[in-house]
T-cell receptor, first 114, second 114 residues
Framework: GDSVTQMEGPVTLSEEAFLTINCTYT??????LFWYVQYPGEGLQLLLK???ADDKGSNKGFEATYRKETTSFHLEKGSVQVSDSAVYFC????WGTGGFKTIFGAGTRLFVKA | KAGVTQTPRYLIKTRGQQVTLSCSPI?????VSWYQQTPGQGLQFLFE???????NKGNFPGRFSGRQFSNSRSEMNVSTLELGDSALYLC?????????????FGPGTRLLVL
Protein backbone atom coordinates (compact mmCIF):
# COMPACT_ATOMS: atom_id res chain seq x y z
CA GLY A 1 0.00 0.00 0.00
CA ASP A 2 0.90 3.66 -0.09
CA SER A 3 3.27 4.74 2.64
CA VAL A 4 5.82 7.31 3.75
CA THR A 5 8.99 6.54 5.69
CA GLN A 6 10.94 9.24 7.46
CA MET A 7 14.20 9.09 9.33
CA GLU A 8 13.68 8.64 13.04
CA GLY A 9 14.39 11.51 15.35
CA PRO A 10 15.14 13.37 17.30
CA VAL A 11 17.71 15.19 15.22
CA THR A 12 19.86 17.58 17.25
CA LEU A 13 21.94 20.21 15.49
CA SER A 14 23.82 23.34 16.40
CA GLU A 15 22.73 26.65 14.93
CA GLU A 16 23.98 27.21 11.36
CA ALA A 17 24.48 23.49 10.75
CA PHE A 18 23.25 21.78 7.58
CA LEU A 19 20.01 19.85 7.87
CA THR A 20 18.85 16.77 5.98
CA ILE A 21 15.73 14.83 6.89
CA ASN A 22 15.27 11.78 4.73
CA CYS A 23 11.87 10.80 3.34
CA THR A 24 11.05 7.93 1.00
CA TYR A 25 7.68 6.85 -0.23
CA THR A 26 5.79 3.98 -1.77
CA UNK A 27 2.83 4.83 -3.95
CA UNK A 28 0.91 3.62 -6.93
CA UNK A 29 0.38 6.27 -9.51
CA UNK A 30 1.90 9.73 -9.38
CA UNK A 31 1.65 11.29 -5.95
CA UNK A 32 2.15 14.90 -4.92
CA LEU A 33 4.67 15.26 -2.11
CA PHE A 34 4.65 17.64 0.83
CA TRP A 35 6.60 18.69 3.88
CA TYR A 36 4.65 20.03 6.84
CA VAL A 37 6.05 21.54 10.02
CA GLN A 38 4.49 21.49 13.48
CA TYR A 39 5.71 23.96 16.08
CA PRO A 40 5.07 23.22 19.76
CA GLY A 41 1.42 23.54 20.68
CA GLU A 42 0.29 24.21 17.13
CA GLY A 43 -1.23 22.39 14.20
CA LEU A 44 0.64 21.50 11.03
CA GLN A 45 1.66 24.12 8.50
CA LEU A 46 2.54 23.41 4.91
CA LEU A 47 6.25 24.07 4.43
CA LEU A 48 6.71 23.14 0.78
CA LYS A 49 5.37 20.85 -1.91
CA UNK A 50 6.17 19.29 -5.28
CA UNK A 51 3.62 17.86 -7.65
CA UNK A 52 5.69 16.03 -10.24
CA ALA A 53 9.04 14.36 -10.75
CA ASP A 54 12.12 16.63 -10.63
CA ASP A 55 10.11 19.51 -9.16
CA LYS A 56 11.87 21.35 -6.34
CA GLY A 57 9.79 22.81 -3.56
CA SER A 58 11.30 25.59 -1.48
CA ASN A 59 10.27 27.91 1.33
CA LYS A 60 12.01 29.75 4.19
CA GLY A 61 15.40 28.34 3.16
CA PHE A 62 14.13 24.76 3.10
CA GLU A 63 14.25 22.73 -0.11
CA ALA A 64 13.19 19.29 -1.29
CA THR A 65 13.36 17.69 -4.73
CA TYR A 66 10.89 15.09 -5.97
CA ARG A 67 13.07 12.14 -7.06
CA LYS A 68 10.97 9.54 -8.81
CA GLU A 69 13.90 7.24 -9.55
CA THR A 70 14.74 6.91 -5.86
CA THR A 71 11.17 7.54 -4.60
CA SER A 72 12.53 10.19 -2.25
CA PHE A 73 11.75 13.73 -1.12
CA HIS A 74 14.49 14.65 1.32
CA LEU A 75 14.23 17.95 3.19
CA GLU A 76 17.34 20.14 3.35
CA LYS A 77 18.34 23.49 4.79
CA GLY A 78 21.76 25.00 4.54
CA SER A 79 21.86 26.78 7.89
CA VAL A 80 19.33 26.00 10.62
CA GLN A 81 18.22 28.41 13.31
CA VAL A 82 16.91 27.81 16.81
CA SER A 83 13.49 28.86 15.55
CA ASP A 84 13.48 25.86 13.18
CA SER A 85 13.07 23.53 16.16
CA ALA A 86 9.85 21.67 15.41
CA VAL A 87 8.47 18.37 14.15
CA TYR A 88 8.66 17.84 10.39
CA PHE A 89 6.24 15.57 8.52
CA CYS A 90 6.68 14.22 5.02
CA UNK A 91 3.41 13.42 3.26
CA UNK A 92 2.07 12.22 -0.03
CA UNK A 93 -1.28 12.74 -1.72
CA UNK A 94 -2.48 10.04 -4.03
CA TRP A 95 -5.68 8.87 -5.63
CA GLY A 96 -7.28 5.97 -3.80
CA THR A 97 -10.65 4.35 -3.38
CA GLY A 98 -13.02 7.09 -2.33
CA GLY A 99 -10.89 9.84 -3.79
CA PHE A 100 -7.62 11.53 -3.00
CA LYS A 101 -6.00 10.74 0.32
CA THR A 102 -3.05 12.21 2.16
CA ILE A 103 -0.67 9.90 4.00
CA PHE A 104 1.78 11.26 6.55
CA GLY A 105 5.11 9.94 7.75
CA ALA A 106 5.71 9.47 11.46
CA GLY A 107 7.40 12.86 11.83
CA THR A 108 10.96 13.83 12.71
CA ARG A 109 11.62 16.05 15.68
CA LEU A 110 14.39 18.63 15.18
CA PHE A 111 16.17 20.36 18.03
CA VAL A 112 18.48 23.24 17.18
CA LYS A 113 20.88 24.42 19.90
CA ALA A 114 22.20 27.98 20.10
CA LYS B 1 -8.75 35.55 6.26
CA ALA B 2 -9.33 33.64 9.49
CA GLY B 3 -7.64 30.25 9.76
CA VAL B 4 -9.06 26.92 10.79
CA THR B 5 -10.44 27.03 14.30
CA GLN B 6 -11.05 24.13 16.63
CA THR B 7 -12.93 24.06 19.88
CA PRO B 8 -12.35 23.25 22.58
CA ARG B 9 -8.55 23.36 22.66
CA TYR B 10 -8.28 21.07 25.68
CA LEU B 11 -10.60 18.47 27.10
CA ILE B 12 -10.47 15.99 29.94
CA LYS B 13 -12.93 13.10 30.00
CA THR B 14 -13.24 9.78 31.77
CA ARG B 15 -13.54 6.33 30.26
CA GLY B 16 -16.98 5.52 28.94
CA GLN B 17 -17.98 9.12 28.34
CA GLN B 18 -18.51 10.62 24.92
CA VAL B 19 -17.04 13.76 23.43
CA THR B 20 -17.82 16.13 20.56
CA LEU B 21 -15.14 18.23 18.92
CA SER B 22 -15.80 21.09 16.54
CA CYS B 23 -13.92 22.45 13.54
CA SER B 24 -14.64 25.60 11.55
CA PRO B 25 -12.82 25.62 8.22
CA ILE B 26 -11.39 28.57 6.37
CA UNK B 27 -14.15 30.57 4.74
CA UNK B 28 -14.96 29.12 1.34
CA UNK B 29 -13.41 25.73 2.06
CA UNK B 30 -15.86 22.88 1.73
CA UNK B 31 -13.65 19.97 2.66
CA VAL B 32 -12.79 19.08 6.24
CA SER B 33 -10.55 16.19 7.22
CA TRP B 34 -9.92 14.87 10.70
CA TYR B 35 -6.72 13.28 11.99
CA GLN B 36 -5.68 11.68 15.25
CA GLN B 37 -2.11 12.36 16.38
CA THR B 38 -0.45 10.23 19.05
CA PRO B 39 3.21 9.73 19.94
CA GLY B 40 3.03 6.04 19.09
CA GLN B 41 0.98 6.07 15.89
CA GLY B 42 1.76 9.48 14.46
CA LEU B 43 -0.87 11.15 12.31
CA GLN B 44 -3.71 8.88 11.34
CA PHE B 45 -6.54 9.82 9.02
CA LEU B 46 -10.01 9.54 10.55
CA PHE B 47 -12.39 10.79 7.87
CA GLU B 48 -13.09 13.51 5.39
CA UNK B 49 -16.27 15.43 4.67
CA UNK B 50 -17.05 17.43 1.59
CA UNK B 51 -20.33 19.25 1.04
CA UNK B 52 -21.91 17.47 4.03
CA UNK B 53 -21.00 13.99 2.72
CA UNK B 54 -18.38 11.66 4.11
CA UNK B 55 -15.96 11.09 1.25
CA ASN B 56 -13.30 8.95 2.82
CA LYS B 57 -12.78 7.05 6.01
CA GLY B 58 -9.74 5.69 7.80
CA ASN B 59 -9.42 2.51 9.84
CA PHE B 60 -11.06 3.54 13.08
CA PRO B 61 -13.86 1.80 14.97
CA GLY B 62 -17.44 2.92 14.67
CA ARG B 63 -17.15 4.79 17.98
CA PHE B 64 -15.61 7.56 15.90
CA SER B 65 -18.11 9.45 13.81
CA GLY B 66 -18.48 12.82 12.25
CA ARG B 67 -20.70 15.13 10.34
CA GLN B 68 -20.58 18.32 8.38
CA PHE B 69 -23.10 21.11 8.33
CA SER B 70 -24.28 23.25 5.44
CA ASN B 71 -21.90 26.04 6.49
CA SER B 72 -19.03 23.51 6.20
CA ARG B 73 -18.39 23.40 9.93
CA SER B 74 -17.68 19.89 11.05
CA GLU B 75 -17.99 17.96 14.27
CA MET B 76 -16.49 14.66 15.27
CA ASN B 77 -17.86 12.50 18.03
CA VAL B 78 -16.20 9.75 19.99
CA SER B 79 -18.48 7.56 22.08
CA THR B 80 -17.55 5.20 24.91
CA LEU B 81 -14.14 6.76 25.36
CA GLU B 82 -11.13 4.54 26.00
CA LEU B 83 -7.78 5.48 27.50
CA GLY B 84 -6.18 4.98 24.09
CA ASP B 85 -8.32 7.75 22.63
CA SER B 86 -6.12 10.30 24.40
CA ALA B 87 -4.58 12.24 21.55
CA LEU B 88 -4.35 15.50 19.68
CA TYR B 89 -7.20 15.69 17.20
CA LEU B 90 -6.45 17.86 14.21
CA CYS B 91 -8.78 19.05 11.53
CA UNK B 92 -7.72 20.40 8.18
CA UNK B 93 -9.68 22.26 5.56
CA UNK B 94 -9.22 22.62 1.84
CA UNK B 95 -11.10 23.89 -1.16
CA UNK B 96 -11.44 20.48 -2.75
CA UNK B 97 -11.70 16.89 -1.53
CA UNK B 98 -8.60 14.90 -0.73
CA UNK B 99 -6.72 17.93 0.51
CA UNK B 100 -6.95 19.71 -2.84
CA UNK B 101 -3.67 21.42 -3.52
CA UNK B 102 -3.11 22.27 0.10
CA UNK B 103 -4.62 21.43 3.44
CA UNK B 104 -4.72 24.04 6.20
CA PHE B 105 -4.62 22.67 9.71
CA GLY B 106 -6.17 23.96 12.88
CA PRO B 107 -4.30 24.05 16.21
CA GLY B 108 -5.97 20.86 17.38
CA THR B 109 -7.99 19.71 20.35
CA ARG B 110 -6.00 17.85 22.97
CA LEU B 111 -8.13 15.14 24.56
CA LEU B 112 -7.10 13.38 27.74
CA VAL B 113 -9.10 10.34 28.80
CA LEU B 114 -8.69 9.30 32.43
Amino acid sequence: GDSVTQMEGPVTLSEEAFLTINCTYTATGYPSLFWYVQYPGEGLQLLLKATKADDKGSNKGFEATYRKETTSFHLEKGSVQVSDSAVYFCALKVWGTGGFKTIFGAGTRLFVKA
Amino acid sequence: KAGVTQTPRYLIKTRGQQVTLSCSPISGHRSVSWYQQTPGQGLQFLFEYFSETQRNKGNFPGRFSGRQFSNSRSEMNVSTLELGDSALYLCASSLFPGGGETQYFGPGTRLLVL
